[in-house]
């Protein structure tokens, strides 16, 4: 996390100081476009590409970071690992096992992926993927004898 944020801070210190060098430049020039001004205007060109770019490496590793959280919990939650504090009830859901949620997370997943894929095809195709995911959730459940007595 130390480089991500010392690699955001470094590229946005350069982005300021290529700023301020086209500020210079232009006064230099007395508002007149000359090389040098060009020349300052395509640094501060590439130190603005540099600095979007560790911002999105930024937001990437946030959200991951997210995931990597929300999963945890999720789990935790899922299979009892969290102990509930001191004066909280006990959840009323029996927990479940860590393998399990994670093919039903899986089975989710694929379900999202075929549903954006299918997003700018025919209802044919759409009808055609949704039989298919019906006889997969059939034989996921069928594996798992407490998906059916709910």
Same mark, same amino acid.
């Given at each position: &996390?130390?480089?991500?944020?010392?690699?955001?801070?470094?590229?946005?210190?350069?982005?300021?100081?290529?700023?301020?060098?086209? @500020?210079?430049?232009?006064?230099?020039?007395?508002?007149?476009? =000359?090389?040098? =001004?060009?020349?300052?205007?395509?640094?501060?060109?590439?130190?603005?590409? @540099?600095?979007?770019?560790?911002? /999105?490496?930024?937001?990437?590793?946030?959200?991951?970071?997210?995931?990597?959280?929300?999963?945890?919990?999720?789990? /935790?939650?899922? =299979?009892?690992?969290?102990?509930?504090?001191?004066?909280?009830?006990?959840?009323? @859901?029996?927990?479940?096992?860590?393998?399990?949620?994670?093919? &039903?997370?899986?089975?989710?997943?694929?379900?999202?992926?075929? @549903?954006?894929?299918?997003?700018?095809?025919?209802?044919?195709?759409?009808?055609?993927?949704?039989?298919?995911?019906?006889?997969?959730?059939?034989?996921? /459940?069928?594996?798992?004898?407490? /998906?059916?007595?709910?």
């Amino acid at each position: &996390m130390d480089s991500t944020v010392d690699a955001l801070s470094n590229a946005y210190q350069e982005f300021i100081a290529a700023a301020a060098g086209v @500020l210079e430049a232009k006064e230099q020039s007395g508002g007149q476009k =000359t090389a040098a =001004t060009d020349a300052a205007l395509e640094h501060f060109k590439q130190r603005w590409e @540099l600095f979007r770019v560790a911002c /999105d490496q930024a937001e990437e590793f946030v959200e991951s970071a997210k995931q990597r959280i929300g999963s945890e919990c999720l789990v /935790d939650e899922a =299979t009892g690992s969290a102990t509930p504090k001191p004066g909280e009830p006990n959840p009323a @859901l029996p927990p479940i096992s860590a393998v399990r949620l994670e093919q &039903m997370s899986k089975a989710v997943r694929w379900l999202v992926i075929e @549903l954006q894929q299918g997003s700018g095809s025919s209802n044919a195709a759409a009808s055609t993927s949704a039989n298919a995911n019906a006889q997969s959730s059939a034989a996921f /459940d069928a594996r798992f004898p407490e /998906d059916g007595a709910q």
